[in-house]
């Protein structure tokens, strides 16, 4: 057997990188060439394709970014296979892989075909953080159809599957065309927060968006000048900077959670169209980057802060049980939370904390929740330098939300902490964490 040795192309991944690594990467691109309700001009299902082979020719490099964005770590997977059957078996499969995706702590950027798609990134988004964040759509049609030739996930409905169905908070940009039923469901319902064309500003956009977003673009909401390869293109739509001003600012003050864009219709011998579409989505990625070293950066702060502090909040001894796939069983001779953060550092793969709440939140509580990265505090009482605290490390926290309803809330684990401000004995302290729900994976 000859073996071969010569000098081959980019590799057929997003960005053409030589070494993919799904361990490393914290981008996983999931290409999805999904197309069966287009009703005018087609061709979506090939725009995975064409996104990826446009990347391959970038430049790794990032001008704005001064970096090469790719370090984040990017992993391409197999292109999804539709489902013939039906829309709903491939927006289930979607959603399959997304949840995967997300189970492994990366963030997924997926690549349509048609919008329809969506929905099945959303409810898996939705599975892991409940109606903990929000939607923003890119767009030049709201989507909001109830139903559209026969069918409930045309790709004219997917935003009203998102808001009816999983019943989540929607922010719609770009929008220049929709149905009279859509305009009249969009007065009746008041759901979603709707800017047509360009009568936005960034700070109207990022006042209606919670502290998690999930982006979903379709390609149109571009006008049709820069972007003609969509099935449906409508004109007055957005310009480059405009896109991309509204993202870079979520990315600034808010966590990009996952992406998608959908929509691209390739025109054979045109590649600007496509190459903007990856060009968009290696910006979106940077953007990601630095939200995420800000964030690390933030959380090293305060956590060494904490160690500084924890003393202060207890005197009492500490001898405690965790039960896992063993029965651990850890005492210190050390005193109150220092012992327990101590055995927090050891076993921390263990903690899925998501929510602390405290009848009063002090600075120590804030502290807490960024040491175990919780994702919300609740209170009905919170202190000025909490507050502080929380929104350095991008912490929701809501300090008036009754207490049953927390505690009722399905699908969240909570670790109620009380009077951790003040001496407590540990004891009694950790089993309230232990009793709240399960704090232990």
Wanted: net charge negative; glycine share 6%; aromatic share 10%.
């Amino acid at each position: 057997m000859r073996n071969f040795s010569y000098p081959t192309l980019e590799p057929y991944n997003f960005g053409g990188l030589e070494k993919q690594n799904y361990k490393s990467s914290k981008i996983v691109i999931v290409p999805v060439p999904y197309e069966s309700t287009t009703y005018y001009q087609s061709g979506a299902k090939e725009g995975p394709w064409a996104i990826i082979n446009a990347s391959r020719h970038m430049e790794g490099f990032d001008i704005e970014q001064k970096n090469d964005i790719s370090k984040i770590g990017i992993f391409t997977l197999e292109e999804l296979e539709p489902s013939k059957n039906s829309p709903r078996e491939t927006i289930l499969r979607v959603e399959n892989v997304i949840s995967n995706i997300l189970e492994d702590e990366k963030i997924p950027i997926m690549l349509g075909g048609e919008h329809s798609i969506t929905l099945g990134a959303v409810s898996a988004f939705k599975k892991k953080y409940s109606r903990e964040f929000s939607v923003l759509q890119f767009d030049a049609h709201s989507d909001l159809r109830d139903e559209f030739e026969g069918t409930k996930f045309h790709h004219g409905c997917v935003m009203r599957r998102v808001v009816d169905d999983l019943r989540l908070p929607i922010t719609q940009v770009g929008v220049r065309s929709m149905s009279m039923a859509e305009e009249d469901f969009l007065k009746e319902s008041k759901k979603s927060n709707i800017f047509f064309g360009k009568q936005f500003s960034i700070e109207e956009i990022m006042g209606t968006l919670k502290e998690n977003v999930y982006i979903t673009l379709d390609l149109d909401v571009f006008d049709p000048s820069i972007m003609p390869s969509v099935g449906t293109p409508e004109p007055g739509g957005l310009t480059w900077e405009d896109v991309l001003g509204v993202i870079r600012e979520v990315g600034k003050n808010k966590n990009i959670i996952g992406v998608d864009v959908v929509e691209l219709s390739p025109i054979p011998g045109l590649i600007a169209p496509d190459f903007l579409a990856a060009k968009l989505i290696y910006k979106i990625i940077g953007f990601i980057s630095n939200s995420i070293s800000l964030n690390q950066q933030k959380e090293s702060v305060l956590k060494k802060e904490m160690k500084k502090n924890f003393e202060i909040f207890s005197e009492s001894q500490l001898e405690l049980e965790i039960w896992s796939d063993d029965k651990i069983v850890f005492r210190s001779d050390k005193q109150g939370l220092a012992g327990l953060m101590e055995f927090i550092e050891k076993y921390n793969h263990k903690f899925k904390h998501s929510i602390i709440f405290d009848k009063k939140a002090g600075r120590g509580v804030a502290l807490l929740a960024a040491y175990l990265n919780v994702k919300m505090v609740y209170a009905k009482i919170g202190s000025d330098s909490a507050i502080e605290t929380l929104k350095e490390a991008n912490i929701d926290f809501d300090f008036k939300e009754n207490v049953p309803n927390i505690l009722n809330k399905k699908g969240t684990d909570i670790c109620p902490i009380e009077k951790l401000s003040i001496s407590h004995n540990a004891d009694e302290f950790y089993k309230l964490l232990k009793e709240s729900r399960q704090i232990i994976s």
